[in-house]
């Protein structure tokens, strides 16, 4: 099955790209109509191809220089993974420009130039580190992720529980950190935390796992932030692969209000369409920190960067299909 989007000023334009493009058989998966006052609507079709293969990699347009396939193929890539189509034309323009020697070097390329990278250090901690988020996002997971990373390097972690309301929420984090032998304790406010946090050693790994957190509810995101300053701490933003974009810019952007200045993903291994990421990153103003790639607490978080963002963006097979022009 192909995806792609389309954007035009109405519905009805949008659609009738979609039928020129994708043809009467095209199923209209999504739509969504500009926020920002312009009036554009923005469709997503899909439509069936059997055995064809992903339109970055079909053979080349008769003519075309090397370069503008290479930019192409990164663009038809950004465009599949529903990217919003200013981010798409910017790290175009970024391919076009820098010229990598192939597809996924030219991506790679483009997102140093229009992106930050900054993984979370493994050693000389100087803040606390609290993980914030909407709920479900696999906060917990990462917080336990962190901690083992550090225990693997004899280092040593303390673990903060602030999601004390939910069932199960303590007990998992608690059991979790008793198998690494990590400290760990649950807090109830934010006076409490500030306590519990004086009590560590300097240079120490402290990680906060807080409550899941409504970005569009005031009451919420003022307690976030009442625990944020009591623990004096770095607020990492996790979200996981594989949302909507417009939803994802609107609550990165709103937790970047508190202070998150970093991005860890989650379940990349259960998404196939990474563009609300970026929609995320771009809007937040985030860094891109880590990304995990299993749900085995003991490994599979790993550093982001250009390059090995560029090949969640075009993994191996994808390049290995593509025709000898755009790699040799």
Known sequence: MRLKSFTARTMKEAIG?????????AVIVS???????????????AVEQGEERPPYAQAPVAGAGRRERITEAVRCALEDHGTPEPITAR?????????????????????????????IPEQDFIRPFILVGPPGVGKTITAAKLAARARLKDEPVTVFS?????A??????????????????AVADPREMMEAIGACHAGELIVIDSAGTNPFSDTEMGALGDLIGAAKAEPVLVLNAGGDSVEYAEIASAFAALGATRLIVTRID??????????????GRLKFS???TTPNVGKGLSALNPVSLARLLLPEAVVSAMPQEFIA
């Open 168 to 185: 199960g929420g303590v007990e998992q984090i608690a059991n979790l950190t008793r198998i690494m032998r990590a400290n760990f304790r």
């Open 17 to 25: 790209m979609v039928r020129a493009e994708l043809g009467s058989e």
């Open 31 to 45: 739509t969504v109509q500009s926020r920002s006052g312009g009036g554009s609507v923005r469709i997503t079709a």
């Open 270 to 283: 259960m998404a196939r369409r990474m563009g609300s990421l970026l929609a995320a990153a771009d809007a």
């Open 290 to 292: 880590n990304v995990s």
């Open 91 to 119: 790290l175009v323009a970024a391919a076009k420009v820098l010229k990598g020697e192939e597809p996924r070097l030219a991506l790679a390329a483009a997102l140093d130039d229009c992106f930050r990278f900054a993984p």
């Open 162 to 166: 602030a999601d004390t309301e939910r």
